[in-house]
């Protein structure tokens, strides 16, 4: 599984999708470029969602707020006060590291030694194995499993308590070392703000200190007014937004999973109070048909509802989606109750509530939001879709599966070869189609080699121009997924392709 992350890694740069930003400069941690194919699947999901949202539903409606914002709104949010993670630094090396992260990894590396020594017994035992009995008799196991267990208590209840000094105990308590120095030279825990800040004016007329957003949510709720009342908007209904959001993740690591600059596509949805969770269950059942509708394979998909509900939250889910290093949140869905709008009211001192004509009196909507990372869907889209085949030739190749409507090009259009008027020919088609769908001429190298390349980016069409094109106007047509091919006329591609890839 890692091992295919590393490949999916490195077809993203090799192929023009993904780079390490900065890359000449050697690189800045967490943050990443997308190339010329990444742009247009990113572009498309954007508007498989958008569209999802604010073309199907009357009642939703998209805005475009800016990133920064009044400082004000962070107090309000919560962020300024409550928006940290809790870091720890190790003395010798001076690294830093999130003191969460490292007791997860330490009980990731109790899981990994239990199932090496399930692995171990199977081969030793064969088809009579079991797994579970095993687990539950063999000693060494147990004695894993118990310290395991011990462990975990401990940190829930240290989360839970917000108990700092507790968190560094396990850590000590655990021997765990630092990765890079390998001592236990052990800070404090601290808690860390993951707003970045800058300053906004000059600094001799007192410049005022802004953050970059750390999500896109705050620039809905503090639009709810100007949209409601200027578009008419009867509840409920929703405000929906794509855009930017900052965080000075420390652990940044796992790609484009987690990043210091990423893309949200979230929306907010106002309700009455008292029919929030109706609408949170509606909505996360939208939400999840709309993910399984890419045809992934529904078993790649799991709620992970919560728990431990934040102090604002009266129901929570996560849409966890299996990536290569395990099931994990791409999206997630909150019944927040009246708290943004009544917060914003409160700091900013004007009143934000809503006249309902219904009902006849006014009240403080309730909200349920569903929030995205484009990044994490662009993950996913590409994990999926990544596939390595032995063909019956012997030969192996690389293909992207992405689904046609996402693919960053629709169809590679190549002359057989580079001479013979079949060049214009393959040009006369491009024109006549680029206005349709996302085309590209490709007249390099054998078209054995050009339809390898088309894989490797997920186009699902191919056409090839050859002689017979000169006399009868048709083209050969290759598909991605069979690699068959059939001979069609110029004038049907344009129907064909059209088809297949409108989303
Ligand atoms: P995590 O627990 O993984 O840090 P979160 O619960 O803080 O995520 P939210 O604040 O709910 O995430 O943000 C909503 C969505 O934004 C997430 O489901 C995820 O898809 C995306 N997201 C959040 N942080 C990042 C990040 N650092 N890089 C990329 N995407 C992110």
Redo the contacts with the bound molecule.
Sequence with gaps: QEDVFKKIVSHCKEYGFVFPSSEIYDGLG?VYDYGQNGVELKNNLKKYWWDSMVLLNENVVGIDSAIFMHPTIWKASGHVDAFNDPLIDNKDSKKRYRADVLVEDYLAKIDEKIDKEVEKAAKRFGESFDAAMFKETNPRVKEYQAKRDEVHTRFAKALNDGNLEELRNIIVDCEIVCPISGTRNWTEVRQFNLMFATEMGSTSDGAMKVYLR??TAQGIFVNFLNVQKTGRMKIPFGIAQIGK?F?N?IV?RQF?????????M?MQFFVRPGEELDWFKKWKETRIKWHKALGYGDAKYRFHDHDKLAHYANAAT??EFEMPFGF?????I?SRTDFDLSSHEKFSGKKIQYFDPELNKSYTPYVVET???????FLSTIAASYCEEKLESGEERVVLRLPAPLAPVKLGILPLVKKDGLPEKAEEIMSALKFDFKCQYDEKDSVGKRYRRHDAIGTPFCVTVDHQTLEDNTVTIRYRDTMTQERVAIDQLSNIISEQVSM
């Excluded at 484009?256 to 949200?264: A, D, G, S």
């Design positions: 967490a750390p999500e959001a965080r993740e940044a484009i999973f987690r990043m210091r600059e990423f893309e949200q979230e996560d849409i994990k949140e791409v999206e997630g909150h929030s995205i990372g484009v990044d994490r869907m």
